[in-house]
């Protein structure tokens, strides 16, 4: 519970007065007058790695005759998010996906040097609320905080059969990104994610996975590729604040 105490307090500071999302002295990131729609998609591929945790005042396990190691394995991930009225106050946007994720580890019994190998995949739903913190015209830091429904389609068994073998995991998770706008439209946000508490399996509020005899943290390092999109014929036409608004919106339009 301290990792997660520890996150949740980040998430404070970084939510205070001065995290909004666009600051008076910056270009904002995102025009709020209709010149975009303020919802579209996007896509994330990525990479995940099983940290092994031996720190027992962090939820570990430490064993001196067992090796844990984590191992390099991969995800991709699509989903919407839909941009808060007035650019949210806290939070400033919010997105939801389903990805492919794998997560892979092993175990070295030192005495033996048997090698056992751990690999499971997953079918992940994401949820998530971002605070955007702007730091000039084109970059930004973004912390979100979300919880994640993963369904196991398969895994590798190894023998003994892994612990934390569960087909239905729930968990909620931090990510910690730094972001970087591109051609006005373009946006592209590096994140790591890994989960501050597990719900389901339920291990002592513990924020890692125990599996065979060891605790692991999934860390999960995402690269979003998110778009603007310009506003359909379709669309209403947004409530314009004065001319110049509605210029600019008419301008766009026509492109």
């Known amino acids: ?44 591929p990525g990479l995940t790695f099983m940290l092994p945790n031996e720190m027992e005042r962090l939820g570990g396990i430490k064993n001196d005759s067992i090796n844990p190691r984590g191992r390099l394995a991969y995800l991709l991930e699509f989903g919407g998010y839909k941009i808060f009225n ?41 949820y998530n609320i971002n605070n955007i913190y702007q730091i000039n015209d084109t970059r930004f830091l973004q912390t979100s905080l979300g919880a994640n429904l993963d369904l196991m389609l398969f895994e590798k068994q190894p023998a003994p059969t892994p612990f934390n073998t569960d087909r239905l995991l729930m968990s909620f998770h931090l990510k910690l990104g730094y972001g970087m706008k591109f051609q006005n439209r373009l946006f592209i946000i590096p994140t790591l994610e890994s989960p501050i508490l597990n719900l389901k399996q339920w291990e002592s509020g513990k924020s890692t996975y125990g599996i065979m005899n060891s605790r692991y943290r999934p860390l999960l390092l995402k690269v979003r590729i998110l778009w603007l999109k310009r506003p359909d014929r379709s669309d209403c036409p947004p409530v314009y604040l004065n001319p110049e608004d509605k210029s600019r919106y008419d301008r766009n339009y026509m492109q």
Request: hydrophobic share 35%.
């Open 86 to 126: 007035g650019g949210g106050n806290i939070f400033n946007y919010m997105d939801y996906g389903i990805s492919y994720k794998k997560l892979s580890g092993s175990e070295v019994v030192k005495s033996s040097d048997n090698k056992t190998v751990f690999k499971k995949r997953y079918l992940s739903f994401n």
């Open 1 to 44: 519970m301290k990792f997660g105490t520890l996150l949740l307090s980040l998430i404070a500071l970084s939510g205070g007065a001065y995290s909004q999302f666009h600051k008076k002295k910056n270009r904002p990131l995102v025009e709020l007058d209709g010149t975009y729609k303020m919802s579209h998609f996007y896509i994330s």
